[in-house]
């Protein structure tokens, strides 16, 4: 029996020297992942570690290194299918001698979506400035497939353009603040007459621009697709709201700011919210929870992994934060400022996103004052930060103006009724309205 993602010597036929490599299990049992782009292509000389493909799978992407160098004779899959893990993805001639795949012990393991170890070398030299004042060379200068794909759409020679990424390759950051060197880009009739044709459509019928704008839905859109829908069709949902006077809350957040503990983090009112709403949940603690279909059981959890819905140019991911429910406001602060940054980065692993119990979603930071979002499946609730922002407000039998926000829960109604969910809620509130409450319990 074929290991998953081990080199296959081809049946006869081939001359013995040509190798197979298969989608392995790129973590937490996934069963495929979606080819976001080569590498390499056909005729291309690869080393060993040296990445091949990006392949997206849980909401991450991964880059898949080669077990194996030689010559590339074939690409059995193509940007933006569907491959089961265990199917053939890519065929290597190694003109070296087969021999039998090493064994555990003395392979050198590499640990698929990180690239090979800090000292493997490069497969490509950088040029030197000498270089740059020449004719390019016909080889590839080292890059991510991303931002191959982006110096391809702007007319940018990557041969000459600084990388600051990994062995030097060339990210998109350093495409984007590059200046095209080798013409100027295509005219705008000539990228719309492209894109009629690739629709199907006479190029002559667009004049100024393109009518409309087919987008495939692939990777985290299409998964985050298939979460919603099974959301919305096997999750019954409720959501309750309240609006909240945070003024003590945005007062503290200020003079923390000050001091020396915060000095060098990013504090904002989304980590005073997660401390509160891990707070409630220790009060609640029917809020984490899950529901078991097979055993008709709700689980709940006595640890909370924390998910931190993430815009990101790639759709909307979720890292969370591992035994939250243990980790001070300053500890919080960090977590979230690096959950944020690693999804926006593209560089959240499986490990990151999976296993979420418990997820807040800041709307508020778009301008918006709240809003109804849908239950994460294999989660039974989630809490909705609104805008803060200077209101009229009755304070103290007078009107004043006060920074108020407006938070809102949507749970699972099989595990969660509503004096729960409003329990809660009010709770979180409760904490936010006078956080010297919270205080004893950071």
């Known amino acids: ?71 590339v004779v074939e690409l059995l899959a193509s940007p933006g299918d569907t491959v089961p893990v265990g199917a053939p993805l890519i065929r290597v001639r190694n003109d070296l001698e ?59 020679d990557l041969w000459y353009v600084a990388g600051s990424g990994p062995e030097g390759a060339v990210t998109v950051e350093d495409v984007r603040s590059a200046v095209p060197v080798t013409g100027p880009r295509a005219k705008p009739g000539a990228e719309l007459a492209a894109v009629a044709q690739q629709n199907g459509h006479d190029a002559g019928l667009i004049e100024s621009r393109a009518r409309e704008e087919r987008t495939p839905v692939t990777g985290i859109r299409k998964r985050t697709a298939a979460a919603m829908l099974a959301s919305a069709r096997t999750i019954p949902q409720a959501s309750t709201f309240v609006t909240v006077d945070c003024t003590a809350s945005m007062e503290l957040l200020d003079h923390l700011r000050t001091t020396k503990s915060f000095e060098g983090l990013t504090l904002t009112p989304l980590a005073l919210v997660a401390r509160a709403a891990l707070a409630a949940i220790a009060e609640h603690p029917g809020i984490n929870a899950a529901w078991d279909e097979q055993n008709q059981q709700i689980v709940t959890k006595h640890y909370v992994n924390l998910g931190i819905a993430v815009a990101s140019d790639r759709g909307l991911l979720v890292p969370n934060l591992k035994d939250a429910q243990t980790l001070s406001l300053r500890e919080l602060c960090r977590e979230i400022s690096w959950a944020a940054d690693t999804a926006r980065s593209g560089n959240a692993t499986p490990a990151d996103l999976l296993g979420g119990t418990f997820t807040i979603t800041n709307v508020g930071v778009f301008g918006v004052d709240t809003g109804v979002p849908l239950v994460n499946p294999g989660e039974a609730a989630i809490l909705c930060v609104g805008s803060i922002r200077k209101r009229p407000w009755v304070f103290r039998d007078e009107l004043a103006v006060r920074w108020t926000t407006t938070l809102g829960l949507s749970f699972d109604h099989r595990m969660i009724d509503g004096e729960l969910g409003a329990r809660f809620l009010a709770t979180t509130a409760t904490f936010l309205e006078d956080p010297l409450t919270l205080l004893s319990r950071v």
Request: overall charge negative; glycine content about 8%.
């Open 98 to 156: 087969v021999t039998d795949p090493p064994t555990a012990e003395d392979r050198r393991d590499v640990l698929v979506g990180y690239g090979p170890e800090a000292e493997a070398t490069s497969r490509r030299r950088k040029p030197t400035p000498s270089m740059a004042s020449t004719t390019p060379s016909t080889h590839r200068a080292a890059a991510t497939p991303a931002a191959r794909k982006l110096a391809k759409e702007l007319g940018i």
């Open 1 to 71: 029996m074929t290991t998953k993602g081990a080199p296959v010597p081809q049946p006869a036929g081939d001359d013995g020297h040509v190798l197979e490599f298969r989608l392995p299990d790129l973590g937490e049992g996934l069963a495929d992942g979606d080819l976001v782009s080569w590498a390499v292509d056909v005729g291309d000389t690869v080393e060993l570690n040296q990445t091949i493909a990006e392949v997206e799978t849980a909401k991450a992407v991964v880059a898949l290194p080669s077990p194996f160098s030689g010559t």
